[in-house]
């Protein structure tokens, strides 16, 4: 059994501003990556300049992420520093690992990304999250959108967050359709994780207290008029379920949601939510324990649970055709997030569970 998550985590109210000394430690040149907006808007952004500066850290900000973001944006934003601090959900977290690989590495290409062939260590990371959701302050894992348009991940313990800062205030600048989908990622995290094949009690442990409190969030709110308390539930949910999926992986719902982001713009956390009920299903007929266990340990039976997260989940307006479900067969051979799902469950699985809910 192996447990290993070498992030520093600083969690509370002002915590980034009240940081400057660790972030001193890393180096005097800070390469600031995130969003458009986003950042700026929820203060995020204020805070870290702020704290670099009380640090005597010089610093550039690089904001051309956007929503699942390519290896060409990071590949254009590596500069020459000391390290790289991510400010974001997701996609500038996830962007700022990759900068770190490139920033090291000059010239390498995508191919290189992908086959690991970094010469370098990457840079030190830091990441300020601003949603709840996405558990990327604790992995060592990058979801990036390749050339040919398709997501892909990266997946090595050398892109582990150094340190990673979380004020759960951030989140309640997010719209309530972000937060929802955000929410559902980060239960997503925490189901699949559980039911991995790689799962060991560690991972179990954090995915069931992450789960628990999203389903105590759930069942109260709907994730609609949230109190700063709540936020604090779901941001320590989503890093719960980051510090499962550290261990795990994703299952199927992952795999199989990536096209929804890339093809039809669904955001990720509800791209995944679309099959996370038939994911519990099919761990039933896999596991009807140990989805009894899950369902004892978190409070929420299975029926109440696949009801929440259809309650919480956004609409996925996605029109999917036959020709396309058929196009994706190619995709779902061999593909790790289908092995990784509790039982069996194969690409041909994937292509009947696609036709039963979009045609």
Known sequence: MRFFVPTELVLGKGCVRQSAEKLRRLGSRCLVVTGAQSAEKCGALGDALAALENA?????????????????????????????LG??????LDAAKAVAVFAANPG???EDLYAYRWKNDPLPIVCIGTTAGTGSEVTPVAVLTDCAGEKRSIRDDRIFPTLSL?????TAFLEEKFTRSCAVDAAAHCIESFFGKQANEFSRMFAVQGAAKLADVF???GCVGLSRTDRERLY???????????????AF????????SERHGVPHGTACGVFLPAFLEHADRSDAKL????CTQTNCGKAEWITLLRKVMPACNAKVSAQEIASMRRRFEGNSGLARSIGTFTAGDALGLLSEIFL
């Open 291 to 294: 989805v009894e266990d899950f």
């Open 166 to 170: 979380g004020d759960p205030a951030y």
């Open 87 to 92: 400010i974001g959900g997701g996609s500038p």
């Open 253 to 260: 719902p992952h795999a199989m949601g990536y096209f929804l």
């Open 219 to 221: 069942r109260r709110t």
């Open 56 to 84: 005597g850290v010089s610093y550039t900000v690089y904001n051309g992420i956007r929503q699942n973001p390519t290896v060409q944006s990071c590949r254009e934003g590596a500069q020459d520093v000391d390290f790289v």
């Open 108 to 110: 390498l290409t995508e």
């Open 236 to 250: 320590l949910a989503s890093i719960c379920g980051g510090y499962a999926i550290s261990v795990t992986g994703t």
